[in-house]
């Protein structure tokens, strides 16, 4: 069966573009002529629909992110009931993410952060994704009463972030599966004592 | 009292230089320009140490900071005895680092990683210094006798560099010290359990 698929808009093709671009080499390879270039967006619908240039859909584009991958985590998360299972998913999910992309395709809010001095508000905008994907990970820890939730999101986070800068170095998503089943055996066993 | 410091020789301040424009933006801020502008080395001497340019640079700039990291490792891993003493004493020493580089400064090896498209030779030093600090710290956990260092140390390793990353968002050291004292603590009830 073949569905037609309607080609996205102008706006949306923009900023899928700019999502595409910053996770390939954070906010450097984002610049108008690649955005312009791999959306096929005329110049005027961009200048049209982001008056504020670069910075606009930079700003854009990573909110759009956010919630994206905020909603992909919080799904995942429901899947399992055991903090372990949840954190064991989580990872299985960002790797597999990680392969399709060729293993070279980094968090798009975790690869602008070494531009910040350009563009400053964009600090608050990543930070603000991170502090949004913490949350999700904290609650699902929450529900689940493991103690220490909020640092434990924090260093899920962490150590997502870390697999994508090991992965692309190392062209694998072995550091995204070694994490989820380390730490997952390590709450699982502090659980059991707990219990 | 006041020792005067000899100024480094052009070759090793070349060096330096490139080290220091890494952990600030990667490899798109370690042009030549930029590397005689802030080691203020003659043009001609820089030809002269690096007949390669910028790529030479970059990979014995690597290799020099790959081999510091794992010495500093290894001798702050050393002054502890339990592995949950290990990693927090280790976390505590990267976050003070990053702190005293005004939260803006990230691995040098991690924040080439977006730009590997440009050099792939730079994969493979990245991965080597993953590599190298790796076994640093899985060497130490083995030590102290912790079940599946390996894994272990490939989780410190990642989350460090995922903390470089948010830290440098949230303009802070506390992602670092987050996950040393939660990861010390998950190590510390499951020794005493298995003990």
Same mark, same amino acid.
């Given at each position: 069966v073949c569905i037609s698929k309607k080609p996205?808009? %102008? =706006?949306?093709?923009?900023?899928?573009? %700019? $999502?595409?671009?910053?996770? =390939?080499?954070?906010?450097?390879? %984002?610049?108008?002529?690649? $955005?312009?270039?791999?959306?096929?967006?005329? @110049? &005027?619908?961009?200048?049209?629909?982001?008056? &504020? &240039? @670069?910075?606009? $859909? $930079?700003?854009?584009?990573?909110?759009?992110y956010s919630q994206r991958v905020a909603t992909a985590f919080d799904q995942v998360l429901s899947r399992e009931q055991t903090p372990a299972e949840k954190i064991r998913i989580l990872f299985r999910f960002v790797a597999d993410r990680f392969e399709s992309g060729s293993c070279q395709q980094s968090c798009a809010a975790g690869a602008v952060t070494l531009d910040l001095d350009e563009a400053p508000a964009l600090q608050k905008a990543a930070a603000m994704a991170f502090a949004s994907w913490k949350e999700t990970v904290a609650r699902h820890l929450r529900q689940s009463r493991i103690a220490n939730a909020e640092a434990l999101a924090g260093v899920v986070l962490s150590t997502i972030e870390g697999a994508y800068v090991r992965g692309r170095a190392e062209a694998s998503k072995q550091a995204f599966l070694e994490a989820g089943e380390t730490l997952a055996t390590l709450i699982q066993k502090k659980s059991r004592r707990s219990g």
């Open positions: 996205l808009p %102008a =706006k949306d093709r923009i900023l899928e573009a %700019a $999502i595409e671009l910053m996770k =390939k080499t954070g906010l450097t390879g %984002a610049g108008i002529n690649q $955005i312009l270039a791999l959306s096929r967006a005329p @110049k &005027g619908s961009l200048y049209y629909y982001f008056p &504020g &240039g @670069k910075d606009q $859909i $930079i700003a854009e584009a990573l909110a759009l």
